[in-house]
T-cell receptor, first 112, second 114 residues
Framework: GQQVMQIPQYQHVQEGEDFTTYCNSS?????IQWYKQRPGGHPVFLIQ???SGEVKKQKRLTFQFGEAKKNSSLHITATQTTDVGTYFC????????????WGLGTSLAVNP | DTGVSQNPRHKITKRGQNVTFRCDPI?????LYWYRQTLGQGPEFLTY????????KSRLLSDRFSAERPKGSFSTLEIQRTEQGDSAMYLC????????????FGEGSRLTVL
């Protein structure tokens, strides 16, 4: 069946270092969404990517959608303690694009 | 608009008891989703509604789980004869039928079954 893999599962960085999480799909995607969940919180939408090779930036966050639309990445430049949390990618279910399949997430810890 | 609201935020119950969670979505959102999340996992799809119609229910859900959205506004998720394996965070999310597809989540209802 359809699978979404996220790596790494955990990442520990010093404040100021960069961070990247990757999301890989077994199928070609129509779009991909990224969410952030703070510890004890709920997922919050960050962005949706739709176009092949698309790159979008939000301040220190850079999101990229692969040319083949099967992978995506989220890169954070110069991490801050406020970046702590779990970053999830979510993709439309191949059989029913009105529901999402979620990756397991990448948990980011930032040492001050 | 106050966003998606869920209650209760926490529920502790004994095995075998029934529990019910309520979700009030953003008022103009016609799609409503229920997810379950356990520690270290992503949200797991349970069911979703378009207006009052329940369009899909996960095959992972047993018959002990039922959800309703009687007037196309708020929704309830009931778990009958709870088991310890039901302990999790139950998340509700809503979205517009059109547009970017962004899901707006509530803060969740955490269930602990003793």
């Amino acid at each position: 069946g359809q699978q979404v893999m996220q790596i790494p599962q955990y990442q520990h960085v010093q404040e100021g270092e960069d961070f990247t999480t990757y999301c890989n799909s077994s199928t070609t995607l129509s779009n991909i969404q990224w969410y952030k969940q703070r510890p004890g919180g709920h997922p919050v939408f960050l962005i949706q990517l739709v176009k092949s090779g698309e790159v979008k930036k939000q301040k220190r966050l850079t999101f990229q959608f692969g040319e083949a639309k099967k992978n995506s990445s989220l890169h954070i430049t110069a991490t801050q303690t406020t970046d702590v949390g779990t970053y999830f990618c979510a993709v439309p279910n191949a059989g029913n694009n009105r529901k999402l399949i979620w990756g397991l997430g990448t948990s980011l810890a930032v040492n001050p | 608009d106050t966003g998606v609201s869920q209650n209760p935020r926490h529920k502790i119950t004994k095995r075998g008891q029934n529990v019910t969670f309520r979700c009030d979505p953003i008022s103009e959102h016609n799609r409503l989703y229920w997810y379950r999340q356990t520690l270290g996992q992503g949200p797991e799809f349970l069911t979703y509604f378009q207006n009052e119609a329940q369009l899909e229910k996960s095959r992972l859900l047993s018959d002990r789980f039922s959800a309703e959205r009687p007037k196309g506004s708020f929704s309830t998720l009931e778990i009958q004869r709870t088991e310890q394996g039901d302990s999790a965070m139950y998340l509700c999310a809503s979205r517009l039928d059109l547009g970017a597809g962004e899901l707006f989540f509530g803060e969740g209802s955490r269930l602990t079954v003793l």
